[in-house]
């Protein structure tokens, strides 16, 4: 069983800033690419940004500059750090994370439970 428990979000006025933290813990052999996603009202969940395992990260166009990944390998452990917060960025963010269970299988996807990231103009 792989858990990701996130940690982090709430309420922030706009040009603010907040983190995010996500640890994964659990029986697993490794972890490939960890990441944040996040779902508005309405609309279908996107990806806010990727980091894998060697470090490589991608982001979102809309939140380039402005949020950054990072990863504690060692911890089993992803950040978001959210700065010049925008109220279009008020989301549920989902941490997700490619677990491979055992060596000679592929990695399958765990999602967090999400937490609620709101920013007031």
């Known amino acids: 069983q792989v858990q990701l428990v996130e940690s982090g979000g709430g309420l922030v006025q706009a040009g603010g800033s907040l983190s995010l933290s996500c640890a994964a813990s659990g029986s697993f052999f490794s972890i490939n690419a960890m990441g944040w996603y996040r779902q508005a009202p309405g609309k279908l969940r996107e990806l806010v940004a990727s980091?894998?395992?060697?470090?490589?990260?991608n982001y979102a166009d809309s939140v380039k500059g402005r949020f950054t990944i990072s990863r504690d390998n060692a911890k089993n452990t992803v950040f978001l750090q959210m700065n010049s917060l925008k109220p279009e960025d008020t989301a549920v963010y989902y941490c997700?994370?490619?677990?491979?269970?055992?060596?000679?299988?592929?990695?399958?996807?765990?999602w967090g439970q999400g937490t609620q990231v709101t920013v007031s103009s």
């Open positions: 980091c894998t395992s060697a470090g490589i990260t």
């Open positions: 997700n994370a490619e677990v491979k269970r055992v060596p000679w299988r592929a990695g399958s996807d765990y």
